[in-house]
T-cell receptor, first 114, second 115 residues
Framework: KAGVTQTPRYLIKTRGQQVTLSCSPISGHRSVSWYQQTPGQGLQFLFEYFSETQRNKGNFPGRFSGRQFSNSRSEMNVSTLELGDSALYLC?????????????FGPGTRLTVL | AQSVTQPDIHITVSEGASLELRCNYSYGATPYLFWYVQSPGQGLQLLLKYFSGDTLVQGIKGFEAEFKRSQSSFNLRKPSVHWSDAAEYFCAVVPGSSNTGKLIFGQGTTLQVKP
């Protein structure tokens, strides 16, 4: 069974641009979550989606948005990039929203903002 | 607010020695508790989790963790460390709700293994 895939793996952008990151969950998984990982702030929750609906949102500005498609694939978008958005963005998928379902993480997308 | 504290940012142990990584959480009720490992350039892998029941839980790769309610702790242990265990370890909680996968992570502990 293929794991969680994230594309692209690496991305370089300049301030003010926007970026879209993609996550394909494990087949059959319907819940997708996104996390931002930085050396200073650690791992922080961005969003959680289930059945194309955002169920939870972390404490991030409105420049960060996401969506989930009917095939459970998810995208996140960051507009008007700032230097501080440089981070590893991790996606995780699970069967459902239930906490007891294990979340499987992808390898992440490394975003660098210049 | 719920929080997770990993007091040790960096730990170095010799191969074959025992290991204990500390984790404390701040939450009124018993949360759901997890330990994840992240190798360089990789995503996170679940080592073990605690929801209820036996307070000593066994995980993959020979790891175990003990939940101590009185100390609000969930420390990770391994009796004999292997060089391949060098990685970053994260303690995480889902604060008491069963209808979300939202994880609150500690800052992580980097484990270095000396030959």
């Amino acid at each position: 069974k293929a794991g969680v895939t994230q594309t692209p793996r690496y991305l370089i952008k300049t301030r003010g641009q926007q970026v879209t990151l993609s996550c394909s969950p494990i087949s059959g998984h319907r819940s997708v979550s996104w996390y931002q990982q930085t050396p200073g702030q650690g791992l922080q929750f961005l969003f959680e989606y289930f059945s194309e609906t955002q169920r939870n949102k972390g404490n991030f500005p409105g420049r960060f948005s996401g969506r989930q498609f009917s095939n459970s694939r998810s995208e996140m978008n960051v507009s008007t990039l700032e230097l501080g958005d440089s981070a590893l963005y991790l996606c995780a998928s699970s069967l459902s929203l239930q906490t007891y379902n294990e979340q499987f993480f992808g390898p992440g997308t490394r975003l660098t903002v210049l | 607010a719920q929080s997770v504290t990993q007091p040790d940012i960096h730990i170095t142990v010799s191969e074959g020695a025992s290991l204990e990584l500390r984790c404390n959480y701040s939450y009124g009720a018993t949360p759901y508790l997890f330990w994840y490992v992240q190798s360089p350039g990789q995503g996170l892998q679940l080592l073990l989790k605690y929801f209820s029941g036996d307070t000593l839980v066994q995980g993959i790769k020979g790891f175990e963790a003990e939940f101590k309610r009185s100390q609000s702790s969930f420390n990770l242990r391994k009796p004999s460390v292997h060089w391949s265990d060098a990685a970053e370890y994260f303690c995480a909680v889902v604060p008491g709700s069963s209808n979300t996968g939202k994880l609150i992570f500690g800052q992580g502990t980097t484990l270095q293994v000396k030959p």
